[in-house]
């Protein structure tokens, strides 16, 4: 049981830092590129990708063992510290549906909303 409690807390303690900006890259051009993903689908959102346009596969799921309840959300950093602003987001749900979205312009945005329908 402490095992599993152990590893929940540093799971948590990564997607928090994560989310929060506090790991990862940082870009030169000082463009900030944290977006708070909303999911407001009805539906349990269980992966979700962002990779940069330029890129032809998508990169780890940012919620890693994570997953964003409908009516939740969470501030991400998608900066991958090549000052690429366009990125493709890809969202996983638990009904088995899935969103792509190309091109989001995220030095732009605040914020990005999954929504039914």
Do not use: P
Not at 40 to 45: E, I, K, L, P, S
Not at 85 to 111: H, M, P, S, W
Request: aromatic letters at 10%; proline letters at 0%.
């Amino acid at each position: 049981m402490f095992k599993t409690f152990a590893r929940r807390a540093v799971l948590a303690a990564a997607i928090s830092a994560v989310a929060f900006g506090t790991m990862g890259f940082r870009s030169s051009d000082d463009q900030d590129r944290r977006v708070l993903i909303i999911n407001a689908t009805g539906v349990t959102m269980t992966h979700f990708y962002a990779s940069n346009s330029g890129q032809n596969d998508w990169q780890e799921d940012i919620l890693g063992e994570d997953v964003l309840q409908s009516g939740a959300s969470v501030r991400i950093n998608i900066d991958d510290g090549t000052d690429a602003c366009l990125y493709d987001f890809k969202a996983r749900f638990a009904d088995g549906d899935e969103l792509v979205r190309n091109r989001i312009n995220v030095c732009e945005i605040t914020e990005y909303r999954y929504t039914a329908g």
